[in-house]
């Protein structure tokens, strides 16, 4: 199994900083990588698949970048309505598996 | 558009069989190239993938529940099921059921169902 981990597991920030999540991989999964964000009660949402690209209607502060085992979420200005945790997800083979979340807080 | 829905028991007893049921609307489960899948997240914590099955019947288990998990689809009622068993409290979770199209990330997904193990 690929294993995924994230770092930190929580983070607080002032509205306005710029918010960076990173997501390894026990090995090598090129670009099979989706970031995901949730509120609470609610389903994961899908910002970013295939690493650095950017679903239809999710705001271009969110962004994405790395290939292989290292990965990054950048959020450029956070906003309250970031307030959420954000899931890293491999599905460059079975089992699909996903880091362990990162809180992300407003300070 | 396309969307999920899962429906099934809220509670079920320790030792007993879980069982769900996702439903599609706005698209066919027999459409190519897409996995039909659960994952589960217990509360306060994170997402586990349980399995996903192709429209065919062919299906992938997360190795740490294959021994207890069955996923099955109906394709003339456009649904795909989830039987989980011999379960424990440790299996209170929400299911989410989601879509896996061509080989890409997970997505949408259903709104999920809270399935408590108590007796």
């Known amino acids: 199994d690929i294993q995924m981990t994230q770092s930190p597991s929580s983070l607080s920030a002032s509205v306005g900083d710029r918010v960076t999540i990173t997501c390894r991989a026990s090995q090598g999964i090129s670009n099979y990588l989706a970031w995901f964000q949730q509120k609470p009660g609610k389903a994961p949402k899908s910002l970013i698949y295939?690493?650095?690209n950017l679903q239809g209607g999710v705001p271009s502060k969110f962004s994405g970048s790395g290939s292989g085992t290292d990965f990054t979420l950048t959020i450029s200005s956070l906003q309250p309505e970031d307030i959420a945790t954000y899931y890293c997800q491999q599905y460059k083979s079975y089992p699909l598996t996903f880091g362990g979340g990162t809180k992300v807080e407003i300070k | 558009q396309l969307q999920l829905q899962e429906s099934g028991p809220g509670l079920v007893k320790p030792s007993e069989t879980l069982s769900l049921t996702c439903t599609v609307s706005g698209g066919s489960i027999s459409s190519s190239s897409s996995y039909w899948g659960w994952v589960r997240q217990p509360p306060g914590k994170g997402l586990e993938w349980i399995g996903s099955i192709y429209y065919s019947g062919s299906t992938y288990y997360n190795p740490s529940l294959k021994s207890r998990v069955t996923i099955s689809v109906d394709t003339s009622k456009n649904q795909f099921s989830l039987k989980l068993s011999s379960v424990t409290a440790a299996d209170t979770a929400v299911y989410y059921c989601?879509?896996?199209?061509?080989?890409?990330?997970?997505?949408?997904w259903g709104q999920g169902t809270l399935v408590t193990v108590s007796s």
């Open positions: 295939a690493a650095s």
């Open positions: 989601a879509r896996r199209a061509g080989g890409r990330e997970l997505g949408p």
